[in-house]
């Protein structure tokens, strides 16, 4: 391949590349982040730990080092184009670290600097993850928390109990989208066109398609079942904090 030095890449371009395509997808993608740290810091205050749970770019990382710059965060991820996206972003920083691991491998909370963390955020990643290793993963993430920390998993949440709802919701909102204009804004295909193309993340592109393939195989559980695990795994209390027809963000206190 060519010159693939990436001294050069402007990974804040890439980063913001990343946000305008999520966000042709999710509007309210700003909202939920807001929520997120309006949370966080009732609970944890203004200068936590954090581990950025299925990281990707670093887009949770970024808002919440913007909004407390005494704030430390650890992001994993397994998808190693978007982990070298945030890697980019966030050179030179020293409150921040990265952890290339699998959330379905038994020993991936081994491979973390710290024991314990005032909060673990997540946002529009374990629906990638089938029911039986979101519950693993649950465990897991409540034996990282310290009592009186919080869990925040902002995602797709789907009750089929209500399938008139959820047509009628997934209709309008696709409706919405092929109206919307999307402002030079790439959708998911094109913008993993786009990083293939780019000599700093074609390898890692590549290997990104090699363990995943095109996309997700999990599932979408209801907000009910996401709370009723948290709790038998290890939280005192779990609820949403914010919700949008498709999406909920469900805070889970230790």
């Known amino acids: 391949m060519a010159d693939t030095d990436t001294t050069a890449t402007d990974w804040h371009a890439w980063q913001e590349s990343w946000d305008r395509q999520q966000e042709w997808y999710m509007p309210d993608r700003e909202e939920r982040f807001r929520i997120m740290l309006d949370m966080m810091e009732a609970f944890v205050g ?23 710059p005494g704030a430390t965060s650890t992001g ?19 409150r921040v670290s ?14 973390l600097p710290h024991g314990a963390y005032d909060a673990v955020l997540t ?7 089938r029911t039986g290793a979101l519950e693993a993963l649950y465990g897991q993430v409540a034996e990282l928390v310290r009592y009186g920390g919080v869990f925040m998993n902002a995602d797709h949440m789907i009750d089929d109990a209500t399938p008139r709802i959820n047509a009628a ?15 030079g804004a790439l959708d998911w295909a094109e ?22 393939g095109a996309h997700a195989d999990g599932e979408m ?13 290890g939280f005192a209390e779990a609820r949403p904090v914010w919700r949008s027809p498709s999406d909920t963000l469900l805070l889970a206190l230790k």
Do not use: N
């Open 169 to 183: 919701e997934s209709a309008q909102r696709h409706a919405r989208m092929d109206r919307a204009m999307r402002g």
């Open 123 to 129: 946002a529009t990643a374990l629906h990638w993850l």
């Open 76 to 94: 994993v991820d397994l998808d190693p184009a978007l982990l070298t996206i945030a890697r980019g972003t966030f050179e030179g920083d020293d």
């Open 221 to 233: 559980p209801s907000v009910a079942w996401h709370a009723r695990v948290l709790r038998e795994k």
């Open 98 to 111: 990265f952890v290339e691991a699998d959330l379905k491998d038994p020993a991936w909370p081994a491979r």
């Open 191 to 212: 913008w993993w066109q786009s990083a293939a193309k780019d000599p700093a993340l074609a390898v890692p592109t590549a290997r990104r398609f090699e363990i995943y």
């Open 46 to 68: 203004t200068e936590p730990r954090v581990l950025d749970l299925a990281c990707g770019t670093g887009s949770i990382t970024a808002r919440l080092l913007a909004r407390f």
